[in-house]
C-alpha cells in the first residue's frame, strides 16, 4: 500500500458526460501528479500540482481539469468524454516539486465511456 | 522531447533465472531513474531508483546500473520467483514541461514455474 488513495474505483459513464476522479496524496507529501494510462499510449503524464499550484503540464486535452485543494487532496474532472477517453487514471504524489523526488502510485481509477 | 525506450516487450524466464530490462533515454539532462512494477489491477510499484551520480544500486535481488554516456540503464532481477511477474517500466525525469517524468512502454516479465 503506497498510501495514495484514489475514489472511486471503477465508473462507467456515457459519451457527453462530466466526471470527477478524487486523490488523496501520502501523508506530508505536498505534490500531486494525474496520469492516464492507456493500452495503445501507456503512462502519460497530465498535470502536476504542488502545495495547491499548478506546476506541470503534459498532453492533457483542454477538455480535462485538476485542482488541488487546501487540504492536498486533488481532483481530476474530465468532461464532454469520447470513447476514447477510457483508460486507467493514476494519481501519484511525492514529498516535494522536483522530478528527482519519487513518486507513489495510488491505485487507480478505471474509467469506461460507452 | 524526451524519449524512452525499453526492451524487451516481453520477457519469459524460468523460475530461479536471470531477468534483464534495457531502457534507453533521449535527454542528457536527465538525472533520475525510476522503475516501476505493476500487477494486474494495481497501481506502479516503486521498486527502484538510480540517480545519475552512481553507476549501479543494488537492493537485495534486484539491482539497477546506469550509463550516462551511453543514454542507458538496466534493470537486473536475479533469482526470480513466480511472484516477481508483473509488467515493469522504466522512466525518466526531464526538465521539458516543467520536471516530470517519462515513461518507456513496459514489459510483461512472465516467471515460469
Known amino acids: 500500500d503506497s498510501g495514495v488513495t484514489q475514489t472511486p474505483k471503477h465508473l462507467i459513464t456515457a459519451t457527453g458526460q462530466r466526471v470527477t476522479l478524487r486523490c488523496s496524496p501520502r501523508s506530508g507529501d505536498l505534490s500531486v501528479y494525474w496520469y492516464q494510462q492507456s493500452l495503445d499510449q501507456g503512462l502519460q503524464f497530465l498535470i502536476q500540482y504542488y502545495n495547491g499550484e499548478e506546476r506541470a503540464k503534459g498532453n492533457i486535452l483542454e477538455r480535462f481539469s485538476a485542482q488541488q485543494f487546501p487540504d492536498l487532496h486533488s481532483e481530476l474532472n474530465l468532461s464532454s468524454l469520447e470513447l476514447g477517453d477510457s483508460a486507467l487514471y493514476f494519481c501519484a504524489s511525492s514529498v516535494d516539486i522536483g522530478s528527482t523526488y519519487e513518486q507513489y502510485f495510488g491505485p487507480g481509477t478505471r474509467l469506461t465511456v460507452t | 522531447g524526451e524519449n524512452v525506450e525499453q526492451h524487451p516487450s516481453t520477457l519469459s524466464v524460468q523460475e530461479g533465472d536471470s531477468a534483464v530490462i534495457k531502457c534507453t533515454y533521449s535527454?542528457?539532462?536527465?538525472?533520475?531513474f525510476p522503475w516501476y512494477k505493476q500487477e494486474l489491477g494495481k497501481g506502479p510499484q516503486l521498486i527502484i531508483d538510480i540517480r545519475s551520480n552512481v553507476g549501479e544500486k543494488k537492493d537485495q535481488r534486484i539491482a539497477v546500473t546506469l550509463n550516462k554516456t551511453a543514454k542507458h540503464f538496466s534493470l537486473h532481477i536475479t533469482e526470480t520467483q513466480p511472484e516477481d511477474s508483473a509488467v515493469y517500466f522504466c522512466a525518466a525525469n526531464t526538465m521539458e514541461y516543467g520536471n516530470k517524468l517519462v515513461f518507456g512502454a513496459g514489459t510483461i516479465l512472465r516467471v515460469k514455474s
Open positions: 535527454d542528457s539532462a536527465s538525472n533520475y
